[in-house]
């Protein structure tokens, strides 16, 4: 499952195998169904404000936690202070055009970037050569994990204008046809 946000600022979760519980528990959050390209989106609409979207995006992730563990946020539209101050981005994530880079604003950004394994470049960072599209994802999450544990702020762009720009779900056919579970292993017994 992936939570991101368009640049209209509409904040979506994309599941591509939702566990059963998916639908109810991101609905009851306040996400409305959308279908596109072969897909369900989950959106909430651009006017929710800040705390709203990190509120009702906590509840649904946390809810799905017990169904997978297999979740990634990468949405700016969910990013919010208790105080209400909008902080100072210390580091910009720009996951657009198929590939990963990073911009770092503040020394302990660059700091973060380095230990996380991202390589300076003129125009910034990049992960590691030679990661996939996965890996580089999980490499962003990391670095933005850690980023927000030193209370340092980030924006990640995903290169969505709008919610029609995001693409259908890699190798599905039918939204339809329900995910194809594995098979449970034998439990050894004594």
């Known amino acids: 499952m992936v939570v991101g946000s368009t640049d209209d600022g509409h904040t979506f979760a994309v599941i591509n195998y939702p ?48 169904h997978t563990m297999d979740i990634v946020d990468l949405s700016s539209t969910t990013r919010w202070t208790s105080d209400g101050s909008p902080s100072q981005t210390a580091t910009r994530f720009d996951l657009s055009n198929g590939r990963v880079t990073a911009t770092a604003h503040t020394p302990a950004a660059h700091g973060v970037l380095e230990q996380h394994g991202f390589a300076r470049t003129p125009a910034g960072y990049t992960p590691p050569s030679g990661l ?33 720009a995001i693409p259908p779900a890699p190798g599905r056919t039918d939204a339809s046809a329900p995910p194809q579970l594995p098979q449970a292993a034998k439990r050894r017994t004594r």
Request: proline share 7%; net charge neutral; hydrophobic share 35%.
């Open 132 to 164: 996939g599209e996965r890996e580089s994802v999980g490499a962003v999450t990391r670095a933005e994990t850690h980023l927000w544990a030193l209370g340092l702020s980030t924006e990640i762009t995903l290169g969505y204008p709008t919610p029609d």
């Open 19 to 66: 566990p059963r519980a998916a639908h109810r528990i991101l609905t009851h959050s306040g996400f409305t169904t959308r279908h596109h390209q072969r897909r369900t989106l989950y959106l909430l609409p651009p006017a929710t404000p800040a705390e709203d979207a990190h509120d009702r995006t906590g509840t649904a992730l946390s809810g799905l936690l017990a």
